[in-house]
């Protein structure tokens, strides 16, 4: 039996992750390369309809999350709350992407605790009753892609990106492209990492990732994730990876 375009993604994908952090920097971004120019080969193999008036391309919709809120500051540094720093970047991406055509909604747009708003009264937690109020927005409208945008800590030399992607896999295409421009961003080489406990990135049919955008412990780029320059550059490098997700491999998109 012949395997599908999927199934040989899913064979790239897994060979990647047995390489994991050991994978040298040039051997890593030619597998990438490899990976690529494969799916763009297959995706012209696909029948496509054109565009026209009678016949519109579906809207991407797009949830952006940003982590925490209200009286949940998430991690803390020098008096800079970390949520600050997720609404921000949070907001200027959201503005961005919606310039690109997508359709986009942010979980929330003010500092404000989701579990304030979660009808789910009779439970006590109010971690519990956050996490439940998110994945009930997301579900609500249905989106191809969710972004939950976070800042990490960690130690103080600690710096650059990291995005987490869910246990199923089905987001790994996303947070590889999106890892790679975070890397270049701070001339790291770190790999997107699967993730089996998160609520929102486990709850999810859609592609789920949750992007940290640096640490907030480390003094340096703290100062960075508070600068809107900064800010705008790792929106940028964000939508370029989106961008290049959906022209490479639209297939992997559920439209609605």
Excluded at 150 to 162: E, V
Excluded at 217 to 232: D, I, K, M, T, V
Aim: hydrophobic share 40%.
């Amino acid at each position: 039996m012949k395997s599908s375009p999927l199934d040989k993604i899913e064979i790239i994908r897994e060979s990647f992750l047995v390489e994991g952090k050991a994978m040298a920097s040039i051997s890593f971004r030619i597998s990438l390369f490899l990976l690529l120019m494969y799916s763009i080969y297959m995706v012209t193999l696909i029948p496509k309809i054109s565009a026209s008036p009678s016949t519109p391309t579906p809207a991407i919709n797009i949830v952006i999350d940003p982590g925490h809120g209200g009286i949940d500051s998430g991690a803390t540094y020098a008096e800079v709350e970390e949520k600050q720093v997720n609404l921000a970047v949070a907001e200027k991406l959201a503005v961005a992407l919606e310039e690109q055509g997508y359709h986009v909604i942010l979980t929330r747009e003010r500092d404000e605790a989701l579990s304030d708003s979660s009808p789910r009264t009779e439970i006590r937690s109010r971690h519990q009753r956050d996490l439940i109020q998110r994945g009930a927005i997301v579900n609500h409208f249905t989106p191809q892609i969710i972004l939950s945008i976070h800042a990490n800590s960690g130690s103080l030399t600690k710096r650059g990106g990291q995005v987490l992607y869910q246990a199923k896999g089905q987001g790994y295409l996303l947070a590889h492209i999106l890892q790679q421009k975070l890397n270049h961003l701070a001339n790291k080489n770190e790999v997107p990492l699967k993730n089996k406990s998160l609520y929102l990135l486990n709850r999810s049919k859609s592609i789920a990732l949750i992007v940290e955008v640096g640490y907030i412990s480390n003094p340096f780029e703290r100062e960075l994730l508070l600068n809107h320059a900064y800010q705008l550059e790792l929106v940028n490098v964000m939508v370029e990876g989106i961008n290049e997700f959906m022209f490479c491999f639209p297939w992997s998109i559920t439209t609605r």
